[in-house]
């Protein structure tokens, strides 16, 4: 019997194993049709047989009506078996050798009790054992099963080749738990149960002269340290003080002594190897890491949200210059610039009893200025990141230098430009 999986076919990807047969899932090859086209088309199966057989065809949907350019209908216990062929190594697939069932002996007569069953005979009850008075013993109860047949050809050292087990359909190789576990590749793990390996993780065996479990803190000995020595430690530790001058633990020591050093906050032994003054400086240290980082990250993260503000607040004066962290930037209010509100509030309140609360924004794209409320959220383009605000009651010839200001912020600004005040030109001395 021939293969199905040939060597006109290509894996999609050969470093993952070729997945099992399911409905409307991929096959893990390429259409050969589409191949021969220049085209890699991974194919899929379409539909599920009663009988157990698969049917194939190629992932590129076909017109209604029509089954499309290539389509083909598989056995279940074939094709489960070239799969798992491939997943163990061997390209193209190991024939198939499907299970032949046992030839029925044929008599004319009774069949008495004192005749000898042949070979056929016994293998066929070695398979197939009657559950009940009521079977018949030449008709097996039919199963939808398959039968291990190994990994690689191979079978484990409890699977006799005579013995007719049972192999998983969820293995990687449709082989038994034994032949899984024994033959199997460790770098591809089987999804069936009970056909993995357990891990057991060693054991250290305990001897007289084991350490304890842990061993005694031995702090530096340089002077310019900031842990000195703690003089409690042989106290405090039963396992230190009775080390010996060259540093190995007794022969044998007691079981009660064997007591591990524990401390909830550091997780460790720091707790009880360092003094209250060691302790304290290992907690400054930390807070003072942790604030750094804390700072960095701070930053890192407002650099990208930093927005300047232009604004003209008196008529016919130079422009201010604010500076503020927009935190959803682009969208913004203007409250969020304190400096520039309390500004306009100033200035507004020289001239006026009482302030509306609201700037004039220039709207670029629309070459307006747009009044709004400081409260109110706004939206402004990513870049540039600058904003020009005149006062509400001041008139666009009031502002002092805004054409040179808006062409050199939205004509020729990048993404990180920031615009520069010109020089003031020098008056000429008179003569």
């Known amino acids: 019997m021939g293969v199905y999986i040939d060597t006109s076919y290509q894996r999609i990807n050969p470093s993952l194993p070729v997945p099992p047969p399911t409905k409307d899932g991929l096959v893990g ?28 065809a190629c992932g590129i949907k076909p017109r209604r009506g029509t089954l499309g350019h290539y389509y083909r209908t598989w056995s279940g216990a074939q094709l489960r078996h070239e799969v798992a062929s491939i997943n163990a190594g061997h390209w193209p697939p190991l024939a198939y050798c499907p299970p032949k069932a046992p030839a029925l002996p044929i008599s004319n007569g009774p069949t008495t009790s004192n005749s000898t069953p042949n070979a056929s005979q016994e293998l066929f009850q ?43 359909k969820k293995c990687l190789y449709q082989a038994c738990a034994s032949c899984c576990i024994s033959l199997g590749q460790p770098s591809r793990p089987c999804p069936a149960k009970g056909h993995s390996k357990k891990e057991e993780a060693p054991m250290q065996a305990f001897t007289g002269g084991a350490p304890a479990i842990h061993p005694p803190f031995k702090p530096s000995s340089s002077s310019n340290s900031i842990f000195p020595p703690n003089p409690s430690l042989s106290s405090n530790n039963p396992a230190a003080a009775e ?23 550091t997780g460790g032994t720091l707790a009880q190897e360092f003094s209250d003054i060691q302790l304290a400086a290992f907690f400054e240290l930390r807070e003072a890491r942790l604030q ?89 383009p990513i870049f540039p990141r ?46």
């Open 29 to 56: 090859l390429a259409c050969p049709i589409c191949l021969s086209n220049g085209r890699t088309t991974p194919m899929k199966y379409i539909n599920y047989l009663p009988s157990g057989a698969y049917k194939v």
């Open 126 to 168: 070695q398979l197939f054992q009657p559950t009940g008075s009521h079977t018949h013993p030449l008709t097996p109860k039919v199963k939808d099963s398959i039968i291990c047949c190994g990994v690689g050809g191979q079978t484990g050292a409890s699977h006799k080749t005579r013995d007719g087990r049972k192999g998983n």
């Open 243 to 265: 080390t010996s001058a060259n540093g190995s633990h007794p022969a044998s020591l007691p079981t009660h002594k064997r007591i591990p050093l524990q401390s909830a906050p």
């Open 292 to 380: 750094s980082i804390s700072r960095t990250q701070q930053v890192e993260a407002n650099e990208s949200k930093t927005v300047s503000v232009i604004a003209w607040l008196k008529p016919n004066e130079e422009p201010d210059m604010f500076t503020f962290v927009a935190t959803k930037w682009p969208s913004f209010s203007l409250q969020q610039c304190q400096f520039l509100v309390n500004e306009a509030a100033l200035v507004e309140g020289h001239s006026n009893s009482t302030w509306c609360r609201a700037l004039s924004v220039w709207k670029h794209n629309l070459n307006v200025w747009c009044t709004t409320p400081i409260d109110v959220p706004a939206r402004h």
């Open 386 to 431: 600058t904003i020009l605000v005149k006062a509400k009651n001041l008139l666009h010839e009031q502002c002092t230098r805004f054409d040179w200001m808006s062409r050199t912020t939205y004509e020729t600004a990048g993404p990180d430009y920031t615009p520069m005040l010109p020089e003031t030109p020098k008056p000429t001395p008179s003569v």
